[in-house]
């Protein structure tokens, strides 16, 4: 049976984005014609949480509403360097817990992160959506794998907006940030685009999935 993940942000006893969180749960649900009665407030109430320092909540579940749970120390950490990997054949259109496919493309790409190119669109990194910047605007792929919590939360607060992005046109931009449940718009580190070395025009060629 499949099984899915979400992975909430816990900060100094505090949870963040909860009620995305919950309606991807409920979306989830209601794609595959089940009934939930995973109710993620309660869940948290149920824990000890700490008062102090951050936390990934994570939280993997089944459509038979059978949940297991885990609280994780949580630190940001700097990526060296990025690779775009095309992809044509990838869809994650439910937060699973499987990861094999990122994995195997990761494998690849020698210690690197993947930032993945499907039908010559940027898409998402293995764990991330991107917003990338542009004359002081920050805007993130039309194109995307999942929809993520924190890119709805800030699509929705006007602070990015969506725009075609393709390898041909990345050039255009100076910086990228990486954003996901864990990492919002303030706490999500800068990286210039010379941290991509595949970058079309750099005489280097994409990584390729088949």
Not at 99 to 107: L, P, S, V, Y
Not at 122 to 145: E, G, M, Q, R, Y
Request: proline share 4%; glycine share 4%.
């Amino acid at each position: 049976m499949y099984r899915f993940l979400e992975s909430i942000k816990v900060s100094d006893g505090q949870a963040f984005l909860l009620k995305h969180h919950q309606k991807r749960v409920n979306d989830t649900f209601a794609c595959f014609g089940k009934e939930n009665f995973i109710d993620l407030e309660s869940i948290l109430k149920s824990i000890s949480v700490p008062s102090k320092g951050l936390y990934k909540f994570r939280i993997s579940y089944s459509l038979d509403s059978m949940c297991r749970t885990e609280l994780i120390p949580y630190e940001r950490s700097e990526i060296s360097r990025f690779l775009l990997v095309v992809n044509d054949e990838i869809n994650y259109p439910f937060k699973f817990e499987d990861r094999k496919g990122f994995e195997a493309m990761k494998a690849g790409a020698n210690g690197a992160e993947i930032i993945i190119v499907k039908d010559n669109y940027i898409t998402d990194t293995s764990f991330s959506n991107l917003i990338f910047l542009k004359d002081n605007v920050w805007f993130t792929p039309s194109a995307f794998l999942l929809n993520g919590v924190q890119r709805q939360e800030l699509l929705q607060s006007g602070k990015i907006t969506t725009a075609d992005i393709s390898p041909n046109n990345l050039r255009e931009y100076s910086h990228f940030k990486l954003i996901n449940a864990l990492n919002d718009f303030d706490d999500a580190l800068a990286y210039p685009l010379s941290r991509i070395p595949n970058l079309p025009g750099k005489n280097s060629v994409e990584a390729e999935i088949n």
